[in-house]
């Protein structure tokens, strides 16, 4: 069965560094979406991402954060500037359909910052 | 694994037993629901969803059931198994707030003992 992934499993960064967190949405999918989980709490929604455009931003995701898609496989979640409270779980998801679909999600990029 | 949720509400069964999970959703506008399982250092996983058209839907050992008079929905997990111990979020589409954006619920901790 196709599945989204993730990589890196674990990223440790500093305070104030920039990281970059990549995932590779199922092929056939067109909708590509972040969401983060801090421990203990729930499944947050970061941004959705359509047609090369974001379609739909939280409030989370200010000014320092963008997406991009680089090419036609790879999905990427940027952080100009961590933080202390931008340590959680990144998860990565896709659907075929938008959020009248399934959303498919990876196994996240635990971020830890320092 | 990470352990998500240190403070979520657990229901407790026994292996065998039927469980069911609840969940309160606040959007009246919300038109689609999705139940997604989360294993320990796992992303969510799909489980079953329903349209607001409908108000009962089954698969494999699970029926979901929607009441929109009280915006209530519900899992229902026949012969619970030990592989059946995870957390269970609800997830909504608020359709009214925005097209391209589920929203998660708490989480409940199903706990399965032998």
């Known amino acids: 069965e196709p599945e989204v992934t993730q990589t890196p499993s674990h990223q440790v960064t500093q305070m104030g560094q920039e990281v970059i967190l990549r995932c590779v949405p199922i092929?056939?999918?067109?909708?590509f979406y972040w969401y983060r989980q801090i421990l203990g709490q729930k499944v947050e929604f970061l941004v959705s991402f359509y047609n090369n455009e974001i379609s739909e931003k939280s409030e989370i995701f200010d000014d320092q954060f963008s997406v991009e898609r680089p090419d036609g496989s790879n999905f990427t979640l940027k952080i100009r500037s961590t933080k202390l409270e931008d340590s959680a779980m990144y998860f990565c998801?896709?659907?075929?359909?938008?959020?009248?679909?399934?959303?498919?999600f990876g196994n996240g990029t635990r971020l830890t910052v320092t | 694994g990470e352990s998500v949720g240190l403070h979520l509400p657990t229901l407790s069964v026994q292996e065998g037993d039927n469980s069911i999970i609840n969940c309160a959703y606040s959007n009246s506008a919300s038109d689609y629901f999705i139940w997604y399982k989360q294993e320990s250092g796992k992303g969510p996983q799909f489980i079953i969803d329903?349209?607001?058209?409908?108000d009962k839907r089954q698969g494999q050992r699970v029926t979901v059931l929607l009441n929109k008079t009280v915006k209530h929905l519900s899992l229902q997990i026949a012969a619970t198994q030990p592989g059946d111990s995870a957390v269970y979020f609800c997830?909504?589409?608020?359709?009214?707030?925005?097209?391209?954006?589920?929203?998660f619920g708490a989480g409940t901790r199903l706990a399965v003992h032998p």
């Open positions: 092929s056939n999918h067109l909708y």
């Open positions: 998801a896709s659907s075929a359909q938008g959020v009248q679909s399934p959303l498919h």
């Open positions: 329903i349209r607001s058209n409908m």
């Open positions: 997830a909504e589409n608020p359709f009214s707030g925005g097209y391209n954006k589920l929203i």
